[in-house]
């Protein structure tokens, strides 16, 4: 009996554990129905779900569930052809439009991440002009440097002068800055010849003469040698470029140039006479400028 009573429980608990697989295939095959949109009766949910339309009928809740899907599926309002064709190609602009959005945003993440990877090369490259623009600034004034050095070391070596204490404190007491081209010019001559020129520069700022460009003034006055004109006579030198005062005679002779005493003529930047041209078809009664740009207009001096 005991045996009895054990296979008749064996055999209730698989009728109801098939019993209850059974309602979850219909439920699962009333879901997909539903998520499909498709017609709910017996015959599409017994063939959705895998079970006979008589066991459907023979369980009142499923019966029941099923009658009432069918009732409120059949009520609903059955569109036009061709609003459900319109509404088919919509859904299927939706999918396209969704499909291509996720493919722009798949590009767009790539094109990110190409960007980026090219920002960061373009930073190691600035960073590595900075440094070569650094590398490269230090090296010239190294170069400057040990030029102006070796420079320095020929003018020495040639027994030719140098910036001595009493020429720096002459530039000192003249406010003329001290710039590397009037040092070299000052170290290529002798100390004595330095000096006379930076007398005659003093001499033409007592004469009340305009140096627009003292520096560049001593530059050309050491080159050529000037001197004081008091000292001219004595040794037949000219603090004026060579040729100026015979052509500047003859010139204002023949009415070129406005007479105006030699020793008051003004100056340019680099200590060379500016003289006064007569322009009588002009409004202004002169024209000043170099006396080089002068004689080239009417060189009175020409052939001698």
């Known amino acids: 009996m005991a045996k009895v009573k054990r296979n008749i429980e064996g055999l209730a608990l698989n009728a109801q554990k098939k019993r209850k697989e059974a309602f979850e295939k219909v439920e699962k095959g009333i879901q997909e129905l539903l998520r499909e949109q498709r017609v709910i009766n017996f015959n599409t949910v017994a063939e959705a779900s895998d079970v006979s339309k008589a066991w459907l009928y023979k369980e009142p809740e499923v019966r029941e569930r099923i009658e009432f899907l069918r009732e409120k599926n059949s009520k609903k309002k059955k569109l036009p052809p061709k609003q459900r064709a319109s509404d088919a190609s919509k859904d299927a602009i939706i999918r396209t439009v969704r499909e291509r959005s996720k493919k722009i945003d798949a590009e767009n993440r790539e094109l990110r991440k190409q960007a980026e990877v090219l920002y960061g090369k373009l930073r190691e490259l600035n960073l590595e002009i900075q440094r070569l623009t650094a590398e490269n600034q230090k090296l010239k004034t190294e170069l400057w440097k040990r030029g102006e050095k070796e420079e320095r ?52 700022l007592e004469d009340g003469i305009e140096i627009h460009n003292p520096g560049g003034w001593l530059v050309k006055g050491i080159e ?81």
Not at 173 to 201: C, N
Not at 261 to 276: E, M, T
């Open 153 to 204: 070391t020929f003018y020495q070596k040639s027994g030719e002068g140098c910036v001595t204490d009493k020429i720096q404190s002459e530039l000192e007491i003249l406010a003329i800055k001290l710039s590397s081209t009037l040092r070299r010019k000052i170290e290529s001559k002798p100390e004595e010849i330095v000096m006379k020129a930076i007398e005659a520069f003093k001499q033409n």
């Open 224 to 304: 050529d040698e000037w001197v004081k004109n008091e000292t001219l006579q004595g040794e037949g030198k000219s603090p004026y470029p060579k040729g100026f005062e015979k052509w500047y005679r003859e010139a204002v002779e023949l009415g070129f140039l406005v007479d105006i005493p030699i020793q008051h003529l003004n100056l340019d930047g680099y200590g060379q006479p500016k003289v006064k041209v007569n322009k009588p078809d002009r409004f202004a009664p002169y024209t000043e400028m170099g006396w080089k740009e002068a004689k080239e207009m009417n060189p009175p001096s020409q052939g001698s």
